[in-house]
Every structure is written in C-alpha cells, then in structure tokens.
C-alpha cells in the first residue's frame, strides 16, 4: 500500500522555523521525484519546493528561496522541508507529492500557520 505521511507542521512566530517530514512507503521512493506543495482556503494548490530523483537537483519558488531547503534520505524514505524565516503568508496545509512517470502520490498534508 502506497503512503506518504507528513508531519512536523504547527504554529509558529513570524521568524520562526519548522521542518517537515514526509514518510514514504509501498513504492521505490529513490526512483521519484519528490515535492512539496502548498495550498491556502480558495487557491490552487502550489508548487514549494522539488528534488529530483537523480542527480540531486532542487528547485524553489521565488517566494522561498534562501528561506526553505528541501533534502531527501532514500535510505529512510523521507523528504524533508526546512522552513526557516517563516511568515504569515507561508501559512498553507503544505503536501509531500512523488511523481515517476504516471504514477503520482500525495500525502494528507499538514497544516503550517505563521502568527504572532
């Protein structure tokens, strides 16, 4: 059975950081690539962050860059999300996705809010 499971959102301060967790399992995480999205009430759902399946690629979108860092453990099936210097307009449920091909997995999401 394929899962992907996040964890590691909350409430934060405006400044403050988090790490997201993204557990995989059911399918050979190493040969995906990973992402992660976000999403806020009424928009679409948003690319953040990816990493490539080889070669250890990464990209960002504008509004993270510097700030958020993506890394990847295959051995334990995990992506993470390093969000440092967070603000208000970060605040989304923030979705772990694996793609290879046709085959596309997401995660529950977890939720990310950002206030004083």
């Known amino acids: 059975q394929v899962q992907l499971v996040e964890s590691g959102g909350g409430l934060v301060q405006p400044g403050g950081s988090l790490r997201l967790s993204c557990a995989a399992s059911?399918?050979?995480?190493?040969?995906?690539?990973v992402n992660w999205y976000r999403q806020v009430p009424g928009k679409e759902r948003d690319l953040v962050a990816s990493?490539?399946?080889?070669?250890?690629?990464?990209h960002y979108v504008d509004s993270v860059k510097g700030r958020f860092t993506i890394s990847r453990d295959n051995a334990k099936n995990t992506v993470y999300l390093q969000m440092n210097s967070l603000k208000p307009e970060d605040t989304a449920v923030y979705y772990c996705?694996?793609?290879?091909?046709?085959?596309?997995?997401w995660g529950q999401g977890t939720q990310v809010t950002v206030s004083s």
């Open positions: 990493s490539a399946s080889v070669g250890g690629s990464t």
């Open positions: 996705h694996a793609v290879r091909w046709d085959k596309i997995y």
């Open positions: 059911g399918f050979t995480f190493s040969n995906y690539a």
